[in-house]
């Protein structure tokens, strides 16, 4: 079956640095993968996403870039602030009769030191 | 606009009562999701609607009934609770279901099963 997964559970950076967190998947199927920041108590929030056709895409302090030859994927958060620290999850898409099915990794704890 | 809102928030429950989560939506959004999270674990789909009328079970319906009540409110219940049900689980909603629509998730129910 699917199978979606990080690399780390934990992350710490210092405020100001950039961070990477990666995801890895398994089923080359996926055409479509998203990244979500949870915080605490809340619900997971949409960071990002990108198309199998992308290699890279740009947001505001964000990247995601997408390796589909080695079925990875990676967020990278530039100068990283207080407010960034959460827990970071990547899912992949896998479509079921026009309704989306997301699969999504373990997560990643993302501390950000000041 | 609250977006997608989940009653209650908390709940402690015996083995073997049941109880029903709520779930609505005011974006007149077409497609429904619930999903559970676990320590350490990302979300998984228990059940979804992609449209009003229609539910289809996910990777851990075992255990849980869902109910599309109408376009905005979609509710999971559990007949006879058990510990490995203690959880925290998560209403999501998205537009049309396309790939590229965006999950919109409530903020959260965290259950208790003693």
């Known amino acids: 079956g699917e199978s979606v997964g990080l690399h780390l559970p934990t992350l710490s950076v210092q405020e100001g640095d950039n961070s990477i967190i990666n995801c890895a998947y398994s089923?080359?199927?996926?055409?479509?993968f998203i990244w979500y920041k949870q915080e605490s108590g809340k619900g997971p929030q949409f960071i990002i996403d990108?198309?199998?056709?992308?290699d890279k895409r740009q947001g505001q302090r964000v990247t995601v870039l997408l390796n589909k030859t080695v079925k990875h994927l990676s967020l990278q958060i530039a100068a990283t602030q207080p407010g960034d620290s959460a827990v970071y999850f990547c899912?992949?898409?896998?479509?079921?009769?026009?309704?989306?099915?997301?699969?999504f990794g373990q997560g990643t704890r993302l501390t950000i030191n000041p | 606009n609250a977006g997608v809102t989940q009653t209650p928030k908390f709940q402690v429950l015996k083995t073997g009562q049941s109880m029903t989560l709520q779930c609505a939506q005011d974006m007149n959004h077409n497609s429904m999701y619930w999903y559970r999270q676990d320590p350490g674990m990302g979300l998984r789909l228990i059940y979804y609607s992609a449209s009003e009328g229609t539910t289809d079970k996910g990777e851990v319906p075992n255990g849980y009934n869902v109910s599309r009540l109408n376009k905005r409110e979609f509710s999971l219940r559990l007949e006879s609770a058990a510990p490995s049900q203690t959880s925290v689980y998560f209403c999501a909603s998205v537009k049309s279901g396309g790939y590229t629509d965006t999950q919109y998730f409530g903020p959260g129910t965290r259950l208790t099963v003693l």
């Open positions: 089923n080359s199927a996926s055409d479509y």
């Open positions: 990108i198309r199998s056709n992308m």
């Open positions: 899912a992949g898409f896998w479509g079921i009769q026009g309704a989306q099915k997301l699969v």
